[in-house]
């Protein structure tokens, strides 16, 4: 038993290892093997972030990306979260505004980009309003829905014991919501991480975006632009992970498919 | 009190000294489906006593458990009324609650907080005593901080039982609150269910389409047709508790309602 368990736990980290090994010796191959000048290679990246790391630089523009999307996002939050459940308890209310939602919602955060920068300057807050905007309309959606799908039992169940409606909300339309909900907020994250970068290229001068726009513009430092695009990912992938672990609380873990 | 004692009582009117607590007076209830009117419940007139058990019993689509939630206050009647202790009921209440298949337990709280549901206007005090008082008489010490999902179905129902207990309501609505659990933890849960009125002495409505349920449970077995529901007849069952379930009596009763259904006692 144990030893079986201990070869499958092996063989789940064996198999991303290899497949990890298998993409960076392609890399480095194709670099060989095209002769190219500009692309670095695996090494190259390394010792390019190896630099930035201790010049300090490095720790400076993730820590300025970290921030844009902690207060985008909580922005988004505190806003998405109580408008969504409104407007998901009172479905009259959301037919009104929900034309405006839809039409608001395909547009790229990235098309934003101009109106940001003439309402907050070029700076901070364009980049953060970005990532509040990226991150908002999958909350406030996410949220409508899952109270719409609150099952009738609930409520039922609720008002039978004596709740107002502003307690029914709390006490069980949220609680009963909750796992769906959370997987909003966990895609809303992932784009608030896709749509700071974007912000960082055009709207301020640090952080990981800005890292690889200015890596680029100043010497083509394409080591430093892969390393930057290769951090970008794992760190999405960190918050994701970080995320995934509410996940497991057991007052919501009732009502999350066990999906990968 | 003796069987035929215990008979004579029932037989009329509602058990208890005939002190009327649920009366519906020609309560009828259309639905509308696709611009068409459906007639759910059509002439139903039931008076049922403080402290009975009565079971609504009939196939499924007869608008049995439509008529349990209009009286617990979740629809109301299209015609008719209900009356609760003489008083209109006009929607849900607490002194009167609902119990659901298991599907009525709250996921994200724990068998403490599902049973403590209904009591935050008491002290903490008071409310740990409360649930802890409940949490014994439903048997799932050792599970106060487990979460419905990792309790069994039966597990499930004792919880929703005892968060209606403990609220100490006079009337317990019960719809088909064992059809989801296998037959020998269904055998159980009536036992219980008995038990827990034989000390509480609640009001109960207990929707089922069970005629063994039926029977082994209430004082009167309200049979009911389908299409519009109708209540088609009222069957006292002067069996003493505990009922012995192989006594020519229940066999007899049984038998009754099983013709009255229109089904053969013979597969």
Known sequence: ?260 | MSATEKAASTTEAPASGGRVKLRTTNVGMIFQRDGKSLPVLENIDLEVGDGEFVCLLGPSGCGKSTLLSAMAGFLTPTSGKIRIDDEIVRGPDPRRIFVFQERGVFPWLTVEGNIGFGLSNLSRGERVQRVNHYIKMVGLEGFERSYPHELSGGMKQRVEVARALAVNPDVMFLDEPFGALDSITRLIMRGELLRIWHTERKTILFVTHDIDEAVQLSDRVVVMSARPGRIQQIVPIDIPHPRDISSPRYLELRDGILGQIGLAHRL
């Open chain 1, 1 to 260: 038993m144990n030893s079986s368990n201990g070869i499958h736990k092996m063989e789940r980290w064996l198999w991303p290892i290899l497949a990890t090994a298998l993409f960076l010796l392609l890399w480095r191959y194709a670099v060989t093997w095209t002769g190219t000048k500009v692309f670095p290679s695996p090494r190259e990246v390394e010792l390019g972030l190896a630099q930035l790391f201790d010049s300090g630089v490095l720790y400076h523009d993730i820590v300025d990306s970290l921030r844009r999307v902690a207060i985008g996002y909580l922005g988004a939050l505190c806003l998405g979260i109580p408008l969504g459940l409104l407007f998901g308890w009172y479905p009259a209310l959301n037919q009104i505004v929900n034309p405006v939602v839809q039409i608001l919602r395909p547009i790229s955060p990235i098309a934003w980009i101009p109106v940001a920068i003439l309402f907050f300057g070029v700076g901070d807050h364009a980049a953060i309003f970005l990532v509040f905007l990226g991150a908002f309309f999958p909350i406030a959606v996410s949220c409508v829905d899952s109270v719409a799908n609150v099952p009738l039992i609930y409520r039922r169940a609720g008002s039978n014991f004596g709740l107002t409606p502003p307690h029914l909300l709390v006490r069980v339309v949220f609680p009963a919501a909750l796992p769906q909900i959370l997987v909003g907020l966990r895609i809303a994250l992932g784009i608030g991480w896709l749509v700071v970068v974007a912000g960082e290229m055009i709207a301020v001068d640090s952080g990981l975006g800005f890292l690889i726009i200015d890596s680029r513009n100043s010497g083509k430092r394409y080591d430093l632009v892969v390393g930057a695009m290769l951090l970008i990912g794992v760190i999405g992938l960190i918050l994701d992970v970080l995320f995934r672990r509410l996940e497991t609380i057991k007052a919501v873990r009732w009502g999350i498919r066990n999906e990968s």
